[in-house]
């Protein structure tokens, strides 16, 4: 996947600016599920941000690649 692939997949976003808060801290996460619930999947290329995903029950993933996402969705 391009990263304009990638982009065209994500679905819901919280900002930082709109909540005074910045992953990893728990707020934007339960921002997040206030109003999308909880993401199917989550990506992340910080491993902290991960940690709090997963601290939530979320199904979340260290990102790397594209190519590892191809791998994934296979």
């Not at 919280?14 to 909540?19: G, H």
Request: charged share 25%.
């Amino acid at each position: 996947l391009s990263r304009t692939e990638l982009a065209g997949l994500v679905r819901g976003a919280i900002f930082s600016f709109d909540v005074s808060s910045m992953k990893p801290d728990p707020v934007i996460y339960e921002e997040f599920e206030k109003q999308y619930g909880i993401p199917g999947f989550y990506f992340d290329d910080n491993k902290d941000n991960i940690a709090a995903g997963k601290a939530r029950g979320w199904n979340a993933i260290l990102f790397h690649s594209s190519d590892q996402l191809d791998q994934l969705l296979q």
